[in-house]
């Protein structure tokens, strides 16, 4: 059974870097047709996917706060590393990490979905 | 960027009604669309991707359809576990975007 657990601080200030780490079991995200994704959501809002790392270590992430992230993998570790710099109020939420899943569509795009969800972190930013 | 609509952003119903709500794609993806439910202070779970795959273990009254840019998530015979947030998301895209959402609340 895949499980995901996030970490991290809960109260960051202003101007600093976060550092969530995600790690999971029951999957190598060296397989084809994997990755894991961050997604974010704010109190009372929506979700918002930040990153995503595959296994090919493709990496992929959101237009508006690119320049802020960076998402790593260690495979041997079965982890994940989202780092976000100069961090912000806006930047309070509830950080999810999720299993990306990979199916074969038979067309050149293979069906992705997120089936499996960490419990999440929550960080608070403020001075 | 690929910006998904959802509407209504919240409706109230109650328990043996059909409820549908609706997503709506900036641009075309194809059946690149899946949908998750959301239950206070839980993570989301995956209900149905590929616009109308239902995900192992998720009741049946729970469907998807739609193509290109209009999609609809329905919900037969509502259930007072059914009570929740419902968000579409693209998969299209190099990287995946969610609707805003819809809060189903008891009439």
Same mark, same amino acid.
Request: aromatic fraction near 10%; charged fraction near 15%.
């Given at each position: ?10 109260l960051v ?22 990755? $894991?994704?961050? $997604? ?55 950080? =999810? ?31 | ?13 109650? $328990?043996?009604?059909? $409820? ?8 075309s993806v194809?059946? =690149? ?51 929740a947030s ?22």
């Amino acid at each position: 059974q895949i499980t995901l657990k996030e970490s991290g601080p809960t109260l960051v200030k202003p101007t600093q870097t976060l550092t969530l780490t995600c790690i999971f079991s029951d999957f190598a995200l060296s397989s084809s047709r994997r990755g $894991v994704g961050w $997604v974010r959501q704010p109190p009372g809002k929506a979700l918002e996917c930040l990153a995503v790392i595959y296994w090919d270590d493709d990496k992929r992430y959101s237009p508006s706060l690119k320049s802020r992230l960076t998402i790593t993998k260690d495979t041997s570790k079965n982890q994940v590393v989202l780092t976000m710099t100069n961090v912000n109020p806006v930047d309070t939420a509830t950080y =999810y990490c999720t299993h990306f899943q990979g199916q074969v569509s038979g067309t050149l795009l293979d069906y992705y979905y997120m089936d499996v969800w960490g419990k999440g972190t929550t960080v608070s930013v403020s001075s | 960027d690929i910006q998904m609509t959802q509407s209504p952003s919240s409706l109230s119903a109650s $328990v043996g009604d059909r $409820v549908t709500i609706t997503c709506r794609a900036s641009q075309s993806v194809l059946n =690149y669309l899946n949908w998750y439910q959301q239950k206070p202070g839980q993570a989301p779970i995956l209900l149905i991707y590929a616009a109308s795959r239902l995900e192992s273990g998720v009741p049946s009254r729970f469907s998807g359809s739609g193509f290109g840019t209009d999609f609809t998530l329905t919900i037969r015979n509502l259930q007072p576990e059914d009570f929740a947030s419902y968000f579409c998301q693209q998969s299209y895209s190099s990287l995946v975007s969610f609707g805003g959402g819809t809060k189903v609340e008891i009439k």
